[in-house]
């Protein structure tokens, strides 16, 4: 059951998400045909800084609005103190922003936001829980601040910068360990009620299959991404198949040495197991869009994560895939399916650029 955050009482209204907010401008301009696009690019000037943090390392950089990273720079992420984590990102602003008038900053993490983009609900990461991490850093920065959830930033980026350009119902999914997702609706990333749309990876695709760390069984992640991958190639080289021995040689005759990255880097080499493996994760990755294509009907799906060093090898399954089981196949418009353009920093990308929409909007 949802918890409100503290202060709010549950079933009281909530305000939309400050990117989520169109301008009385903009809806004026709306009316005679001008979109939201338009209104992105007039009178945005100035640099952002966006901040991408993983449970390893934090990634910063100046982001121009035309979405170009002109400085970078990172730290290792400090442990689970919140406070320590403040202070690696105050650090992060202060160098980046020398020689840099710096508008806003962008923080995108993995992790629940709430809808004012002001709390963390929760972070995997991190020890942030109901977080008011907006306010903290906006009083030692004295800066806009956003926070994104990182699949949703990695989106934004890709809608305006990236794939996904020129395209107003876009579908993200990052594979990787599991499969994150986000959207972008007409000019907004689109969070539903709550504030934690996008959890595609846990839609149960096969009930009864294999468990999932959420709790369920037969989660599109447990056959759809790089861990999947590198499961099934462990079991067969478990299994002393033959198909597995360039496998096994691979990883010095260790099985449990064998994943995901392995797997494709011998699949682009020519392996020929390894190529099988990946074309049925490429299956199930096209079956699970064509269930989001039947709820959503988005006109594009950008396909993001290290997964997607596989290239066609993994995205040709899965269109056919999809094209396969489309509901209503041969009597509608069908989705692309595309590559990611902007690779690992698209995230801190997004982060930036949303901070920049979101404080001008706010103005």
Not at 53 to 76: F, H, P, Q
Not at 184 to 192: A, K, L, P, S, Y
Not at 284 to 295: E, F, V
Not at 342 to 356: M, T
Request: proline share 5%; aromatic share 6%.
């Amino acid at each position: 059951m949802y918890a409100p955050p503290p202060g709010e009482q549950a079933g009281s209204p909530r305000r939309s998400a400050p990117w989520r907010r169109r301008p009385a401008a903009y809806r004026a301009r709306a009316r005679h045909g001008e979109g939201f696009r338009e209104h992105l690019r007039l009178g945005r000037k100035g640099l952002a800084i966006g901040i991408d943090i993983g449970g390893t390392k934090v990634a910063a950089g100046v982001v121009d609005a035309e979405g170009r990273i002109l400085r970078e720079a990172r730290r290792s992420t400090p442990g689970n103190d919140p406070r320590a984590v403040e202070r690696v990102i105050v650090e992060l602003v202060a160098e980046l922003g020398q020689g840099h008038r710096i508008w806003s900053v962008g923080i995108g993490a993995a992790g629940w936001m709430d809808l004012d983009g002001g709390t963390v609900l929760f972070s995997p990461h991190l020890a942030w829980r109901n977080e008011p991490l907006r306010a903290n850093l906006q009083r030692l920065l004295r800066r806009p601040v956003l926070l994104a959830n990182d699949a949703d930033a990695a989106a934004w980026a890709e809608w305006r910068f990236g794939a996904g350009q020129g395209e107003d119902r876009l579908v993200c999914i990052t594979l990787g360990t599991g499969i994150g997702g986000a959207m972008v609706m007409d000019g907004r990333v689109e969070r539903g009620r709550f504030g934690v749309a996008g959890e595609f990876g846990h839609q149960v695709i096969m009930p009864g299959g294999h468990r999932c760390e959420c709790g369920n069984r037969g989660c599109w992640e447990q056959y759809a991404s790089g861990n999947a991958l590198g499961r099934e190639a462990r079991l067969l080289a478990i299994a002393n198949s033959p198909m597995a021995q360039d496998l096994l040689t691979a990883v010095g005759g260790h099985a449990d040495a064998i994943t995901g990255a392995v797997v494709t880097e011998l699949a682009l080499a020519g392996d020929s197991a390894s190529r099988e493996l990946l074309e049925e994760v490429g299956e199930w990755l096209g079956l699970g869009l064509a269930n989001l294509a039947a709820a959503l009907d988005p006109g594009l799906f950008v396909i993001g994560g290290g997964l997607c060093s596989a290239g066609d090898l993994l995205v040709e399954p899965a269109r056919k895939a999809f094209a396969r089981n489309l509901t209503g196949r041969g009597f509608r418009p069908v989705a692309g399916i595309e590559l990611a353009a902007l690779g690992p920093k698209a995230g801190l990308i997004g982060a930036a650029d949303l901070s920049r929409v979101s404080s001008r909007v706010r103005s």
